[in-house]
């Protein structure tokens, strides 16, 4: 790894080495999957790769035994990240993408980690494969170069007269043939180029061809591990019992019944830490040997809390409460997209299309619950999990520990699901205290019941949109205001106090970056609304409500004017690509075409990550109930990296918004969330999905857009239009009620 400065060197300091070493030794076989130990790092002060590895950038690594690694510094919750990533290299490298070991960094705050946007090491935002696209095949074409360079110079021909297949330098004068690995230490010993040319497209072998992705096999007969399944001699088991109203205190523990419990060792008070903005809530921690011992801990632990001003707080008087909020005076809108005077023409028109929509909370819910393992030790702490956030971690450490960045050690390791979750502070704060109080390794492991009320929900949102059309059904003058919380405030302390006081991450999709649809004036603005419930990451974010809001009053103004949804839509577009996904998703789904009866289409679409997207949908009655039964999806993400693994993500996009649509939607009743399990919070199963089209268009072949979080948005928005045109009716806050 190339060290940039003594600030990054003093990351492999002594006592870091040691903790690594000693601590790895304990990781049982097959968890650490494509995890490299620096164990010459151990050995030595040198921060340089081991005697004959070629490492020529801070990706790609080429033992003498043929192997080739690639750092990635991207967390994959199941989104097939590591697959799109190592294309790339392999695709510059000539070798087969499955052929590389995925390995995560040892030094993951190295600068070259650092995510470009958000300057800690972080993954999410659908930016992993559009962010290093570029970066990642100029690293394989650089390694390439230097092996090529090296086999020149040991047969004495030019590089010119050199080409590469499947990891191999060919001569191709004499047909002699060199591996990688054989190269590795001459390469070492080269020069890196400053600006290698990249291959044609027309020659991809590897981008744009994917249809598999690494570990399926291992995930179908249950061989693959996940964070969840890390074990370390001595260590305990820990699940958190928090605060059941936000905010509440201890008051008193008896924790005699679940001491008596075979197996339960302690039972440890965790502090909350309020302070900190995203930390976590007062609770009380059973810890045993394993899980099922620290359940039955738990349920025995007879626990009294203080009173809590948030007793009070019903999240059924949040939308009354967010509308109230517009009318106040004191109530600030941040403008997002503005042109005309919008508010003039909508005060003095006589005819006024309005209208308002709610979104509740919602819950993440990943398959795999949050988990994690911490083992603090000789002034240093080591994490084993699903880090979709490593800086993160390494506050944790440093502020409940006052660990410093370099006696912190990573174990990063594919999740099973995130969905925002994972991105949350509260259970690397709560692990890290715990490990520090016990001195033992320590596995934080939530239940479904943990997780259902572990808080920081995606947010409440209200949104009223007003407009005024021409004598031709066109918009003359469009208003829309999104009331929400500040999504990231508790991520990003003194956001809010830039000059624009724009909260990037709560006005998705109506920002001047992405919003749709344009006209003469226009008005759009977010005005902030804290409710005190904290909220956190979800996937897609604000374009889940903003998307809603859009898309559905779109609808309700052409049907004002007499138009037709899609091609009213398509008057006030100016982006090609975007209508052409429209015009693409109408015509397969046969709209203007006649339909069955009680059947009916509804249209939707939006722009996210560089990408492009509509979705119709497809609903008919039968007996006493609207059922779903088509979804057509067409969307343009640039190039598609992996085709299979775009699939897949449009695919469990579409479940995810059938989700918003359908059942999502957390209750607070007197300050306490009332769902509990699947029971309560039902998720979208195999058997509710309808007949799903997807079709996937490649308006920009030069680089890749967003994809993971760019199908949910227009599923709700789809259906609520799609129910309109069957019934008349709108549907304007979800979950919807499609009793017929």
Not at 679 to 706: C, F, H, L, N, W
């Amino acid at each position: 790894m190339r060290i940039e400065n003594e600030a990054m060197a003093a990351t492999h300091d002594a006592a870091r080495r040691r903790f690594i070493k000693q601590s790895s030794a304990l990781l049982a076989a097959g968890l650490a999957v494509g995890l490299r130990l620096p164990e010459a790092l151990a050995k030595s002060d040198d921060p340089h790769p081991q005697q004959g590895e070629f490492e020529p950038n801070a990706w790609v690594r080429v033992l003498p035994d043929d192997t080739i690694k690639l750092v990635v510094h991207k967390h994959d919750s199941g989104t097939g990240t590591r697959t799109a990533l190592a294309a790339m290299v392999a695709e510059e490298l000539d070798v087969d993408p499955f052929r590389i070991d995925v390995i995560t960094p040892e030094n993951p705050f190295y600068a070259d980690y650092i995510h470009p946007l958000w300057k800690v090491f972080s993954t999410g935002g659908s930016t992993s494969v559009s962010l290093e696209y570029d970066r990642l095949r100029h690293a394989g074409a650089t390694a390439r170069a230097m092996l090529i360079a090296a086999a020149a110079k040991q047969w004495n021909v030019p590089a010119s007269a050199c080409i590469t297949e499947d990891g191999y330098v060919i001569d191709t004068a004499s047909g002699a043939r060199a591996s990688y690995g054989s190269l590795a230490a001459m390469a070492a010993s080269l020069p890196a180029p400053n600006d290698v040319p990249l291959k044609d497209p027309a020659q991809f072998r590897y981008i744009g061809k994917l249809r598999k992705k690494r570990g399926a096999q291992q995930k179908t007969t249950g061989a693959f591990q996940y964070s969840i399944d890390v074990h370390l001699p001595g260590m305990l088991v820990a699940v958190v019992t928090r605060a059941p109203v936000i905010d509440a205190r201890v008051r008193s523990v008896d924790s005699k019944a679940a001491l008596a419990i075979p197996g339960v060792r302690q039972v440890l008070q965790i502090p909350g830490r309020p302070d900190v903005l995203g930390g976590n809530q007062a609770g009380v921690a059973v810890l045993a040997d394993d899980y099922w011992s620290a359940h039955k801990g738990q349920a025995a632990l007879r626990i009294e809390w203080e009173d809590s001003l948030f007793e009070t707080f019903d999240s059924r008087d949040v939308p009354a409460r967010q509308a109230a909020w517009l009318d106040n005076p004191e109530a600030h809108v941040v403008p997002t997209v503005t042109n005309g005077d919008a508010s003039t023409l909508i005060k003095h028109s006589e005819h006024i299309i309005q209208a308002s929509y709610s979104m509740p909370h919602k819950a993440q819910n990943p398959l795999e619950p949050i988990n994690v393992t911490a083992w603090a030790k000789e002034g240093g702490i080591a994490y084993w999990g699903g880090l979709q956030v490593p800086s993160t971690a390494q506050e944790a450490a440093e502020v409940i520990g006052h660990i410093p960045a370099n006696r912190v050690v990573l174990h990063e390791l594919v999740s099973g699901g995130s969905f925002g979750a994972r991105e949350s502070k509260y259970w690397l704060f709560e692990v890290t205290w715990l490990a520090l109080q016990t001195g033992t390794p320590v596995k934080l492991m939530n239940s479904r019941e943990d997780e259902m009320r572990a808080l920081f929900y995606h947010a409440a949102s209200h949104h009223r949109a007003k407009a005024v059309l021409d004598t031709h059904g066109n918009l003359a003058a469009l208003q829309l205001r999104a009331v929400m919380p500040a999504s990231p405030e508790q991520w990003e302390p003194g956001y809010f106090d830039r000059a624009d006081r724009m909260d990037y991450s709560t006005t998705e999709a109506i920002s001047k970056y992405e919003f749709s649809y344009g006209a003469p004036h226009v008005d759009v603005g977010w005005v902030r609304h804290e409710t005190g419930v904290p909220t956190g990451w979800y996937r897609a974010v604000s374009y889940i409500p903003n998307v809603f809001a859009v898309e559905s009053f779109m609808d309700e103004a052409a049907h004002a004017g007499r138009r037709d949804p899609v091609d009213f839509r398509i008057a006030h577009m100016k982006d090609a690509r975007q209508i052409a996904v429209l015009r693409e998703a109408a015509s397969r789904a046969g709209w203007n075409q006649p339909m069955p009866r009680n059947t009916a289409l509804g249209v939707a679409t939006n722009r996210a990550y560089g990408s492009y997207i509509a979705v119709i949908a497809r609903v008919t009655k039968r007996d006493n109930a609207i059922v779903i039964e088509k979804l057509t999806c067409v969307a343009d993400c640039g190039l598609a990296v992996s085709p299979g693994g775009v699939e897949e993500q449009l695919y469990g996009g579409l479940m995810w918004g059938l989700g918003h649509a359908l059942t999502d939607r957390i209750d607070i009743r007197s300050g306490r969330v009332q769902q509990t399990n699947f029971d309560s919070y039902r998720v979208m199963r195999m058997s509710d999905m309808p007949e799903i089209d997807i079709v996937i268009v490649q308006g920009d072949t030069a680089k890749p857009g967003g994809v993971g979080e760019l199908s949910s948005p227009s599923v709700a928005p789809a259906i609520a239009n799609a129910v309109f045109r069957l019934n008349g009716k709108r549907l304007r806050e979800t979950p919807f009620d499609l009793r017929a």
